[in-house]
């Protein structure tokens, strides 16, 4: 400990959590091994993500979003994280706009305060082409097998600027999350790891979900795995346009028109407390 101080926002997206730093009015230099003391549950303050809000340079977009798993690794994208970004912006005086670009190390997503406090990102278009997720096979197809365990585990492969994997099951209160969403996670197929969604499909415009977030294990909530989901529902011919994914901490309203559209995610983001840590 060096002693200096740095002060944070502790804030959630329907039950997915995290620590958020202003890294513009104040300096912040982590390295992972303090980002995973920050997100340790106990014997840091506790997290699923670290956000850090970064001034931009570039026209095309007001803020930077960084996004670190909670193993200390810096990812692309965070769907309940962005909803949380616009909030934290803006309360704390940061822009006084209630539509928001961002550039994530994913390209730019839109965020957009809606008067009753909800947040609605443009997480952009979902890239299919396995290269691009990245996946490892040689072309596209709607569901892909590997052999895992003696057995043929099926699912759709999905980039929403981070790469998703989602299973179709029966009861996703009995689906082995954390046991195969662990073994694909590091699946060499695929080269950045991956995360898994297990999706059970209730209606047209309906589906429950579980994820095992690559970095951070399985959380209440995961807003990129919601649009990977529904992304993978409609390719299959499951969905409609619009659907209400539920997950374990609430729920989030997404909507995809199709290939080449982007996705749509409207949901919660709140702040819990804010303190002071000595780094
Ligand atoms: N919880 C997030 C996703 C965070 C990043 C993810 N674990 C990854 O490694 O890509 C969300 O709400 O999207």
């Not at 596209?140 to 600027?161: C, D, P």
């Not at 649009?227 to 901490?249: E, F, K, M, P, W």
Request: aromatic fraction near 8%; include cysteine.
């Amino acid at each position: 400990m060096t002693g200096s101080e740095l002060h944070f926002t502790k804030m959630q997206g329907i039950g997915n959590d995290f620590v958020v730093l202003d890294g513009i009015r104040q300096q912040v230099r982590l390295d992972a091994a303090q980002i995973r003391w920050i997100a340790d549950r106990h014997f840091g303050v506790g997290c699923d993500q670290v956000l850090l809000v970064e001034a931009y340079a570039g026209e095309d977009a007001d803020f930077r979003y960084r996004i670190f798993n909670a193993d200390g690794g810096e990812v692309e994208q965070c769907g309940n994280g962005a909803r949380c970004f616009a909030r934290f912006v803006y309360d704390q005086g940061l822009t006084h706009k209630t539509t928001i670009p961002v550039m994530t190390a994913a390209g730019r997503i839109l965020l957009q305060i809606q008067p009753d406090g909800q947040v609605t990102v443009n997480m952009g278009v979902p890239e299919l082409e396995p290269a691009r997720i990245p996946f490892i096979s040689e072309r596209r197809q709607t569901l892909y097998n590997l052999e895992m365990a003696g057995k043929t585990v099926s699912f759709a492969a999905v980039s929403m600027g981070n790469p998703h994997a989602v299973l179709q099951v029966e009861n996703v209160d009995i689906a082995p999350v954390t046991m195969l969403g662990s073994q694909l996670e590091s699946h060499p197929a695929f080269p950045r790891r991956v995360n898994v969604g297990f999706m059970q499909v209730m209606g047209r415009d309906s589906i429950r979900l579980r994820v095992f977030e690559r970095g951070s294990g399985e959380t209440l909530a995961c807003g990129t795995g919601a649009c990977a989901a529904v992304v993978a529902g409609r390719i299959q011919g499951l969905l409609d346009g619009q659907a209400t994914v539920t997950l374990a901490g609430g729920c989030l309203q997404i909507e995809w028109q199709g290939e080449g559209q982007p996705v749509w995610m409207t949901g919660p983001a709140e702040t819990v407390f804010r303190g002071t840590l000595t780094i």
